[in-house]
T-cell receptor
């Protein structure tokens, strides 16, 4: 069975500082990895994905993520945090499960950027 | 706005009643997904359509739940004889191809009294 772990319920960072939101995964075969952001009472918005290629993936709003196969991690990063980045962030993995490419989400990490 | 649209945004109903939610995906997307999200959790997969065919159903989708996508466009999710545990946000998403990211609607929040 595939799974995603986001070990931190909440991450606090000062505005202008770099941020990291952690994600590790467990899956059979090659994973497709995603990051989504969710604002209050809204659906999820796609940030970036890794399927193959460069381990460093660049996405929307200045976010990037680094795929590390040996550590089975896909941490989300941004060099300089903005107050408007405060939201709930979800890591997701997609892999075949019973003949279907099933998407499994982590439990989410609340990012709080402090002015 | 050509994003995924879900209606209603909020639904409050008494336990035991039936409810139906609608999802209008992005028009050219042939894949449509339903998820359930409870407080403090990530979305949990419920079911998946490719065009009008329902290809996968989660074990979370009990026999009280049914989903349709009759013409391969909009989809409905019906819950019969609602229970307290059905209270959640129900999210719909669509995608163009299997490798493309899913685009989510803003969800329908269901509250069972």
């Amino acid at each position: 069975a595939q799974s995603v772990a986001q070990p931190e319920d909440q991450v606090n960072v000062a505005e202008g500082n770099p941020l990291t939101v952690k994600c590790t995964y467990s899956v059979s075969g090659n994973p497709y990895l995603f990051w989504y952001v969710q604002y209050p009472n809204r659906g999820l918005q796609f940030l970036l994905k890794y399927i193959t290629g460069d381990n460093l993936v660049k996405g929307s709003y200045g976010f990037e993520a680094e795929f590390n196969k040996s550590q089975t991690s896909f941490h989300l990063k941004k060099p300089s945090a903005l107050v408007s980045d405060s939201a709930l962030y979800f890591c997701a993995v997609r892999a075949y499960s019973g003949g279907y490419q099933k998407v499994t989400f982590g439990t989410g990490t609340k990012l709080q950027v402090i002015p | 706005d050509t994003g995924v649209s879900q209606n209603p945004r909020h639904k409050i109903t008494k336990r035991g009643q039936n409810v139906t939610f609608r999802c209008d995906p992005i028009s050219e997307h042939n894949r449509l997904y339903w998820y359930r999200q409870t407080l403090g959790q990530g979305p949990e997969f419920l079911t998946y359509f490719q065009n009008e065919a329902q290809l996968e159903k989660s074990r979370l989708l009990s026999d009280r739940f049914s989903a349709e996508r009759p013409k391969g466009s909009f989809s409905t999710l019906e819950i019969q004889r609602t229970e307290q545990g059905d209270s959640a946000m129900y999210l719909c998403a669509s995608s163009l191809e299997k490798d493309q990211p899913q685009h989510f609607g803003d969800g329908t929040r269901l509250s069972i009294l």
